[in-house]
């Protein structure tokens, strides 16, 4: 669902770019990532966006794209000493790639040359004819387990300030969402906590199939055990329950995501679901559908669980 890029500061440099048009197509490429599925390493604790920010413009004008839709990760430093030259930039990206956490270290034409060797290094010119770029997907099969979920969301979770889960059918009392509390625990840091919100419907199917809705103390009731466990790690999330929704969607600030099984999860053998990654229109239209103040899924109730805020 997202990619981690790292870049050599040099990458936005004119002097080392083959043309002027050749080095804004390249960026125009980072943007377009920057829209879609791309998060950016800010190496040495923030060494590298300080950096940029005193290079030129092209390199301030993308920081500031990408810091807007908060694709900027934060990253410690690996190597012992902070980058002075070109090489060193390049040194502190692979290093932080030593276990393949990014899609591609872009750097200018002629240092990608000179590096050949390392395969995920890829000129800033060039982003557009790798093969990598060919096989994009906003699309992505998932087995249907908290284990497989983590693993696809955790820069997602990590990163994000807003994190929507919208799903008629989360449930405490739901034994296909016992593990669902595992994904609202990982979410943020101790620094820094995103608002997170559930919306669920506020009625359930009992054992005959048939939609029974219940009150809000009665929701509230039901969401204790999962209240415990998140005042217990310092988390606060938003219970709305509405009358009337049926879709399933992770909404945050970064991406926004079609879910057809939600988070639940499967117990036995069974294929795998398919998550799809909307458009930023979509994401935008789904932030204002699900805020309480609109009517479209009737009046929500809402009550909050874990930490009080």
């Known amino acids: 669902m997202l990619s981690q890029f790292a870049i050599v ?20 490429s980072l943007n377009d990532l920057c829209r879609a599925e791309g998060l950016f390493l800010d190496l040495r604790n923030g060494g ?16 500031s794209f990408a810091k807007k839709r908060n694709r900027i990760i934060t990253v410690e430093g690996k190597l012992k000493t902070d980058p002075n030259e070109d090489d060193e930039w390049l040194w502190e990206a692979q290093a932080i790639n030593d276990k393949g956490r990014c899609r591609a270290i872009v ?4 240092m990608a040359g000179e590096n050949g ?21 906003h699309s992505e099969e998932i087995s249907r387990t908290t284990k497989n979920y983590l693993e696809t969301l955790w820069p997602l979770l990590k990163q994000a300030r807003l994190l929507m889960f919208v799903d ?20 943020g840091s101790k620094e820094l906590r995103p608002l997170i919100q559930i919306h669920r419907a506020s009625w359930r199917r009992d054992t005959a199939g048939k939609l029974v809705t219940q009150g809000l103390g009665a929701w509230n009731a039901d969401f204790a055990a999962w209240s415990n466990q998140l005042e217990a790690a310092g988390i606060t999330c938003e219970v709305y329950i509405w009358p009337d929704v049926h879709d399933r969607f992770l909404v945050t600030d970064i991406i926004s995501i079609n879910l057809p099984n939600g988070f639940d999860i499967a117990k036995r053998a069974h294929a795998p679901t398919r998550w799809t990654r909307l458009t930023q ?20 109730g809402c009550f909050v669980i874990g930490k009080t805020p």
Request: charged content about 25%; glycine content about 4%.
């Open 168 to 187: 008629p059918y989360i449930d405490p009392a739901a034994e296909n969402y016992e593990e669902f509390p595992q994904i609202l625990l990982s979410s």
């Open 117 to 137: 060797h390392d395969a995920s290094i890829t000129s800033i010119e060039r982003l557009n004819t790798t093969a990598w770029w060919e096989n994009r997907s």
């Open 107 to 110: 750097a200018d034409d002629q």
């Open 281 to 300: 229109q979509d994401q935008e239209r789904l932030q204002k559908e699900y805020d309480p103040s609109c009517r479209m899924h009737g009046s929500a």
């Open 9 to 28: 500061p040099r990458a936005f440099s004119p002097a080392h770019a083959t043309s002027p048009n050749a080095l804004d197509s390249g960026i125009g």
């Open 48 to 63: 590298w966006s300080a950096f940029l920010s005193s290079l030129n413009d092209r390199g301030k004008a993308f920081l």
